[in-house]
């Protein structure tokens, strides 16, 4: 029997979880004191001992990254929430800005007086017109409250503003530098890293980029301290992950589950197993840009980053995309590949011409024109996609060109060979 545990998702069933009023007799807002005790070094120290990484994809430590923020600047510092969530697969943050938006407000609240920033950003995707439009209904009974705005909730020395920031459709938008581009009003394109670790920039000014779920499981550690937060998943991934379950399963959606558990006691228990009593036949384990894991390589997989490492896979966002025997890997990573191929910024030729170019060739499998040649040459092409480009886009549409070609070559080849009608 797997163990229910709920941090971020333990208010989604309350009645009009979405308002002030529901969430505050749940206890939001109530570690208002223990937050204002704690001196900002204190509460990044706490972040880092509770092992928080950050839940947009890359899973690096939270608190490292809130250490590189500068705390004595008389200029304050910013938060850009990345509520861009624009993969396919991937549908969790929506979950937690419409049932329960005001955990997000909380989340910003304490990262903000953490990492001295009195202005957060919540950048969201422009097509999420109907949850903006809730999220934008509690800031607005978060100032009428006296939660945000001057002194809030009531300290004296903290004034904090939020504004939402709608994007405008595009998936690298959520890439952290194109997202602070895109912010400043240019071209969503990807900036050079720094050959040293060091935080970001919004004109200027020194800017935390974050995940809404990251952000909403800090009120979580402030309130029961790190250790309660490590008591789940595993040493190196502790806590949970809001893991959103779609594709063949009988009862897609999004549940919150311990790092560690089982991928296939996840699937049987949360989703209630493969639809219609079919087999299973892969799974994308993290959002579309991480790589396949056949049936076989699912059965002992385990929800948690070093596990899916190990599978030369990755956990992603936990958007996991299930797939049963019926399922056609051609058509599957065609569909993938006129993603990658839209939604390349165009930036980086390997990426420009290397989504569009194998996208072509897989047409051509599937209409029954290419050669095994072509094949060898979708293969190359998506060799030229890795470690050649600014931001990581490519190199995420590369491995899974390698995972569904090497992994299911047989169907490929049988398109080729004319064997697949
Ligand atoms: C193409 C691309 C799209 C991304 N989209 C998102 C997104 O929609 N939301 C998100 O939180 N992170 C996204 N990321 C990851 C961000 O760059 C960044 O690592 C993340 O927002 C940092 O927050 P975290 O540390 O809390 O995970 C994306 C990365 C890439 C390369």
């Not at 998702?9 to 308002?19: L, M, P, Q, V, Y």
């Not at 990658?340 to 060739?361: A, F, K, L, M, N």
């Not at 092409?381 to 070559?409: E, L, Y």
Request: one cysteine or more; proline letters at 3%; glycine letters at 10%.
């Amino acid at each position: 029997m797997m163990q229910e545990i709920k941090i971020v998702s333990k208010r989604f069933d309350i009645e009009n979880s979405h308002t002030l009023e529901a969430v505050k007799t749940h206890g939001a807002y109530s570690w208002r004191d223990q937050l204002f005790e704690m001196t900002q070094d204190q509460i990044i120290e706490m972040i880092k001992q509770s092992g928080l990484r950050g839940k947009g994809g890359g899973g690096a430590s939270a608190g490292d990254k809130w250490a590189l923020m500068p705390l004595e600047n008389e200029q304050k510092n910013i938060l850009a929430v990345n509520c861009d969530e624009s993969e396919p697969g991937t549908f969790k943050d929506r979950q937690i800005i419409s049932k329960d938006p005001h955990l997000l407000i909380e989340g910003i609240i304490c990262t903000c007086y953490a990492i001295n920033a009195n202005k957060a950003y919540i950048y969201i995707r422009g097509e999420y017109k109907q949850f903006q439009d809730i999220l934008q209904n509690a800031i607005d009974e978060a100032y009428r409250e006296g939660i945000l705005g001057e002194k809030v909730l009531g300290d004296e020395s903290f004034s904090l503003d939020v504004v939402i920031h709608r994007g405008a459709g595009a998936y690298i938008c959520g890439e952290k530098s194109a997202l602070l581009e895109s912010m400043e009003g240019k071209r969503g394109h990807p900036r050079l890293k720094p050959h040293q670790k060091e935080c970001e920039w919004y004109f200027g000014i020194p800017t935390l980029v974050n995940n809404v779920e990251t952000i909403a499981t800090v009120p979580f550690i402030i309130q029961n301290g790190a250790d309660a937060y490590k008591a789940f998943g595993t040493e190196q991934s502790p806590g949970t992950l809001l893991f959103a379950l779609s594709g063949h399963v009988a009862t897609p959606g999004v549940y919150e589950v311990q790092f560690g558990t089982s991928m296939m006691e996840y699937i049987n228990h949360y989703g209630g197993g493969i639809k219609n009593g079919k087999k299973l036949k892969a799974v994308i384990p993290g959002g579309a840009s991480t790589k396949i894991l056949t049936a076989d390589e699912v059965q002992n997989a385990k929800l948690d980053y070093e596990s899916m490492r190990a599978l030369g896979s990755s956990l992603g966002t936990g958007g996991m995309i299930v797939m049963d025997e019926d399922t056609n890997m051609v058509e599957a990573l065609k569909n993938l590949l006129e993603f990658y191929r839209h939604e390349s910024c165009g930036q980086c030729t390997p990426c420009r011409e290397g989504t569009g170019w194998v996208d072509t060739i897989i047409k051509n499998v599937l209409d029954g024109e290419a050669s095994k040649d072509d094949l060898e040459k979708a293969l190359e092409v998506s060799k030229t996609m890795n470690g050649q480009t600014i931001c990581v886009f490519a190199p995420a549409a590369s491995d899974v060109i390698d995972g569904f070609i090497h992994k299911f070559r047989d169907e490929f080849e049988s398109y080729i060979q004319g064997g697949v009608s």
